[in-house]
C-alpha cells in the first residue's frame, strides 16, 4: 500500500518550498532507501538514527543520516534492512517509537518539576506578608500618636 506523505522519488530530490516534507529513493525491493525529510537537522537526525539502529537490531542492518550541506533546509536517512524489511515500514516504526520516548520524558520531567517547585518556599510571598506587617505596624504607632495628641488636649 502506498503512503501519500511519501513520494517516490525515480531520480533526485525534489528542492525548494514545492518540495513534499518527506521523499524516498530506494530499491525496488524496499529493503534499501534514503529519504530526505525537509526542514530537519541533526536534532532529529541523530536520535532518529539512534533510534533505527538501537530498537530495530533484527531488521536494520545499517542506518545513517547526513544534512548534504550546512545551508540546506533538510537530512537524508539511509536505511538498509535485513529479513526482507520493508524500509519505509521500519522508519515508520521508529519514528512512533521515538515518539512514545520523548512522550515518556517529557511526562517524567513535567512531574519532577512540578514536585520540585511545589517544595520550593517563594521569597517574594514572604516579602508580602512582611510589608503587611510593617504597615499594620506603622498604622498602630500613628494612631498612638493621634491618641496621645488628644489626651493632651
Not at 502506498?2 to 529493503?31: C, L, M, R, T, Y
Not at 538501537?54 to 542492518?61: G, L
Request: one cysteine or more; proline letters at 5%; aromatic letters at 6%.
Amino acid at each position: 500500500p502506498a503512503n501519500p506523505d511519501i513520494i517516490q522519488v525515480p531520480w533526485e530530490f525534489i528542492e525548494g518550498e514545492e518540495a513534499p516534507k518527506v521523499q524516498k529513493f530506494g530499491s525496488d525491493d524496499g529493503e534499501m532507501a534514503t529519504f530526505r525529510i525537509k526542514t530537519e537537522d541533526h536534532t532529529l537526525g541523530n536520535a532518529l538514527r539512534w533510534m533505527l539502529s538501537s530498537a530495530n537490531r533484527k531488521t536494520v542492518e545499517m542506518a545513517a543520516y547526513t544534512i548534504p550541506h550546512p545551508h540546506s533546509d533538510a537530512m537524508n536517512v539511509r536505511i538498509q534492512t535485513r529479513n526482507h524489511a520493508n524500509a519505509t515500514e521500519v522508519l515508520i516504526d521508529s519514528c512512533k517509537q521515538l515518539q512514545q520516548l520523548c512522550d515518556s520524558i517529557d511526562s517524567v520531567y513535567s512531574k519532577a518539576l512540578q514536585k520540585y517547585e511545589s517544595t520550593t518556599s517563594k521569597p517574594t510571598k514572604k516579602k508580602k506578608t512582611k510589608q503587611k506587617k510593617s504597615k499594620s505596624v506603622r498604622e498602630q504607632k500613628q494612631k498612638d500618636a493621634e491618641d496621645m495628641e488628644e489626651d493632651s488636649d
